[in-house]
C-alpha cells in the first residue's frame, strides 16, 4: 500500500490544527474520512503518528518527523497547481480584511496577489470583524479575514495563526505592571462596541473576577483607540503587533494581567459552497505572505 497526498494532507492538518474535527472542517471532509486517512497512514508506516494532549491530539516524535516532510511535498503539489490555474483566477473577489490584519499584513498580501493573479482585482471592505463575518453569511463578500469568528455552521473557517493583544496604557496612569479586574475597573477603558473579538475578550476577562469595567468608552477604529491608549486618554487592550513602536519608546507600557488574556484567532472565512479558485488564490498567497512576516504565532 502506498502513502497518498489525502492521507498525507489528512496528516498535516490534524497536526496543525490539533484535532481531527478541525482537520475535517479544514479539508471540507468527515470526520471518518479523516480518521480511516490517518489510520491507513499509520498502517503503512508501522508506527503511531499522533498521541493525546488534553482534548486534542499532538504528533508523536514520529510525527513531528513527518510534519516537514509533509508540509514540503503538499507546498509543491499545491505550487504546480497555481501554475496550472494562475491564468483562470480572474475577475473581481470581495474581500472584507480585520483593521490590524489590514494594516500589518495587507500591503504585502496585495503584492503578491498582483504579482502572481494579475488579472484578479480585488474589492476591499475594512471593518470589524463580527461585521465581517455577517457580510460573507449575506453574500455581500466572497471571503474575509477576521479575528476570533463565532463560528457560524454556514461558513468555512480556516485558522491562519494567532494574533497577540496586550493590555496598554500610559505611564502617567502609573498602572501595574501586574493588574487585575478590580484595580482596572478603577480606569476608563476605550474598546471596539459589542460584538467585536476586542469587546468579547474584555467583557470575558472582568467577568473572571465577576464585574464589569467601570467606564467603557467605544470606538469603531482599533488605529483610533490605540491612538487613545498613547494619548493617555484611556487603557486599552489592543493587538501588540498595533503598538509595538510605542512599547519600544515607552509611550505606553504592557500590562500583566491576572488572570492572563491569550491571544486572538486569525481566520480566513468563506461560505461552504463558494470554494472558488480566487478564493484558493488568496488563500495560498496568505499563508505564503504571513510565514515571511512578524505577525501572527502558529494557530
Known amino acids: 500500500m502506498r502513502i497518498t497526498?489525502?492521507?498525507?494532507?489528512?496528516?498535516?492538518?490534524?497536526?496543525?490544527?490539533?484535532?481531527?474535527?478541525?482537520?475535517a472542517r479544514q479539508l471540507n471532509l468527515a470526520q471518518p474520512t479523516v480518521s480511516l486517512r490517518l489510520r491507513d497512514l499509520e498502517a503503512r508506516l508501522g508506527t503511531a503518528l499522533f498521541e493525546?494532549?488534553?482534548?486534542?491530539?499532538r504528533p508523536t516524535h514520529d510525527g513531528e518527523t513527518l510534519v516537514a516532510h509533509a508540509a514540503t511535498v503538499l507546498d509543491e503539489v499545491a505550487a504546480i497547481g497555481d501554475r496550472g490555474r494562475r491564468d483562470e483566477v480572474s475577475g473581481v473577489a470581495r474581500v472584507g480584511v480585520a483593521e490590524t490584519f489590514a494594516l500589518v499584513a495587507l500591503p504585502t498580501l496585495l503584492r503578491a496577489l498582483r504579482q502572481d493573479y494579475p488579472a484578479l482585482r480585488l474589492e476591499l471592505v475594512v471593518a470589524m470583524s463580527?461585521?465581517?463575518e455577517r457580510a460573507?453569511?449575506?453574500h455581500e463578500l466572497d471571503l474575509a479575514f477576521v479575528v476570533n469568528p463565532f463560528g457560524?455552521?454556514?461558513l468555512r473557517l480556516i485558522p491562519l495563526g494567532v494574533q497577540q493583544t496586550t493590555w496598554a496604557a500610559a505611564p502617567s496612569w502609573e498602572l501595574g505592571p501586574g493588574i487585575s479586574p478590580s484595580e482596572l475597573r478603577q480606569v476608563p477603558i476605550i474598546s471596539n462596541p459589542h460584538p467585536s473579538a476586542m469587546y468579547r475578550q474584555i467583557a470575558e476577562w472582568f467577568r473572571t473576577a465577576g464585574l464589569e469595567p467601570g467606564r467603557l468608552d467605544i470606538c469603531s477604529s482599533v488605529a483610533v483607540i490605540a491612538q487613545l491608549v498613547v494619548a493617555g486618554v484611556a487603557v486599552g487592550f489592543l493587538p501588540t503587533k498595533m503598538i509595538e513602536q510605542a512599547l519600544s519608546d515607552g509611550a505606553v507600557q504592557a500590562l500583566s494581567p491576572t488572570p492572563p488574556v491569550g491571544g486572538a484567532?486569525?481566520?480566513?472565512?468563506?461560505?461552504?459552497a463558494d470554494d472558488t479558485n480566487s478564493v484558493q488564490a488568496?488563500?495560498?498567497a496568505a499563508r505564503k505572505v504571513l510565514s515571511s512576516i512578524d505577525f501572527l504565532s502558529p494557530p
Do not use: K, T, Y
Not at 484567532?265 to 461552504?272: D, F, G, M, Q
Open 152 to 154: 457560524n455552521p454556514r
Open 265 to 272: 484567532r486569525v481566520c480566513l472565512i468563506h461560505r461552504l
Open 130 to 132: 463580527s461585521d465581517l
Open 282 to 284: 488568496i488563500l495560498q
Open 5 to 23: 497526498l489525502a492521507q498525507l494532507e489528512a496528516f498535516f492538518w490534524v497536526a496543525r490544527l490539533g484535532s481531527v474535527q478541525m482537520a
Open 52 to 57: 493525546r494532549a488534553g482534548r486534542g491530539l
Open 136 to 138: 460573507v453569511e449575506d
